[in-house]
């Protein structure tokens, strides 16, 4: 299995600045992920994150809000830009490791935006 | 349209009580794949299990079992002689083989357990 970190693990923002939250992976990865998970709610795929090409968002994210990066196959970064209270939420990274279809979370970044 | 659905939101049980989690699923595909994952105060997700949809059989791993039911779209989790370390919020999800290259999941809202000493 794939061990996930991120940083930073918590964070307090202002309102209408920006936060990029780092992910890597011990192991190298054919997918990477980020879902944001809103309080009390479940979990909601934001974007696949694309090694050397751009993320594959879902309906309701756009990348100027939520720009990510892949740069390798081990390191991804999204930035919650220009943030608002409603960003407040958990933001999971997870990934697939090659030749597997389990998918892996990291612990998550809780941000909270005042 | 792909949805999963856990009705229950909160179960508290005493320690040592079997439990059930229940999850329904919705899908067109004919290739599809469940999973389980357990997300504990700590806030991470821990993966549980993935089954894919040709295979019925059910799965036991120590205390914990899964009864996968096509014929009425279910997949249930049962945790035997729960402890408290089992207390954690538990989600279901699904990923059809469209996306199965994606890896997209689709979760269900989650099943909150507390399981009391």
């Known amino acids: 299995s794939a061990v996930i970190s991120q940083k930073p693990s918590r964070d307090i923002c202002q309102r209408g600045t920006s936060l990029t939250i780092q992910c890597q992976v011990d192991s190298q990865v054919t997918m990477m992920f980020w879902y944001r998970q809103q309080p009390g709610q479940s979990l909601t795929l934001i974007a696949t994150?694309?090694?050397?090409?751009?993320?594959?968002?879902e309906s309701g994210f756009v990348i100027d809000k939520f720009p990510i990066s892949r740069p390798n196959l081990t390191f991804s970064t999204l930035t919650v830009s220009n943030m608002s209270p409603e960003d407040s939420s958990i933001y999971l990274c997870?990934?697939?490791?090659?030749?597997?279809?389990?998918?892996?979370f990291g612990p998550g970044t809780r941000l909270t935006v005042t | 349209a792909q949805k999963v659905t856990q009705a229950q939101t909160e179960i508290s049980v005493v320690e040592k009580e079997d439990v059930t989690l229940d999850c329904v699923y919705e899908?067109?595909?004919?290739?599809?794949?469940l999973f389980w994952y357990k997300q504990p105060p700590s806030g991470e997700l821990v993966f549980l299990i993935r089954?894919?949809?040709?295979?019925?059989q059910n799965e036991i791993s120590g205390r914990y079992s899964w009864n996968f039911q096509k014929s009425t779209s279910s997949f249930n989790f049962t945790i035997t002689a729960s402890q408290v370390v089992d207390s954690a919020v538990y989600f279901c999800a699904l990923s059809e083989e469209r996306s199965s290259n994606t890896g997209k999941l689709i979760f269900g809202q989650g099943t909150t357990l507390q399981v009391k000493p």
């Open positions: 089954r894919n949809s040709f295979d019925e």
């Open positions: 994150a694309n090694q050397g090409s751009e993320a594959t968002y």
């Open positions: 899908t067109r595909d004919t290739t599809y794949y």
């Open positions: 997870s990934a697939m490791g090659q030749g597997s279809d389990e998918q892996y």
